[in-house]
């Protein structure tokens, strides 16, 4: 029981890990794009 705990911790850790890396890559699409639109308004 222990052991599939512990499995299971380390998968969602990896999980999350994922999740956060996928949100930091839109957010930096997102400003990509926000700095491009803002370099064509000029």
């Known amino acids: 029981m222990f052991l599939t705990k512990k499995i299971f911790s380390v998968i969602n850790a990896i999980v999350e890990h994922i999740a956060l ?22």
Do not use: H, Y
């Open 21 to 42: 890396a996928g949100e930091l890559l839109v957010i930096g699409r997102i400003i990509e794009t926000n700095k491009s639109s803002l370099d064509n308004d000029k």
